[in-house]
Nanobody
Framework: QVQLVESGGGLVQAGGSLRLSCAASGYIFKINDMGWYRQAPGKQRELVATITDNGSTDYADSVKGRFTISRDNAKKTVDLQMNTLKSEDTAVYYC???????????????WGHGTQVTVSS
């Protein structure tokens, strides 16, 4: 059974940094895109950053220049380095991965359970 497990959330003061990590486990044939989303209280889940299997990245405008997404294909992990954190970055952060298996004939999207990031002002 495939699982995505996030770690690294916590409480940090505004201007500080946190690094989130996400590890995929279970039988995985191929991981395509990986990414991070977040959901603040009372708001819809939104894209934070994505990274393709060859390392191309994309970021939400609100985090460009402050957040960096990276992945280790051998370890099946994706990280999110968050710098210069703001109170508006407070949210539950979710890891996501698009997995492919020829037995499925298609890709499937998996999500982690989320990790809380709280930025105090």
């Amino acid at each position: 059974q495939v699982q995505l497990v996030e770690s690294g959330g916590g409480l940090v003061q505004a201007g500080g940094s946190l690094r989130l990590s996400c590890a995929a486990s279970g039988y995985i044939f191929k991981i395509n895109d990986m990414g991070w989303y977040r959901q603040a209280p009372g708001k819809q889940r939104e894209l934070v950053a994505t990274i393709t299997d060859n390392g191309s990245t994309d970021y939400a405008d609100s985090v460009k220049g402050r957040f960096t997404i990276s992945r280790d294909n051998a370890k099946k992990t994706v990280d999110l380095q968050m710098n210069t954190l703001k109170s508006e970055d407070t949210a539950v952060y979710y890891c996501t991965a698009d997995l492919y298996d020829p037995a499925w004939g298609a890709s499937k999207n998996y999500w982690g359970h989320g990790t809380q990031v709280t930025v105090s002002s």
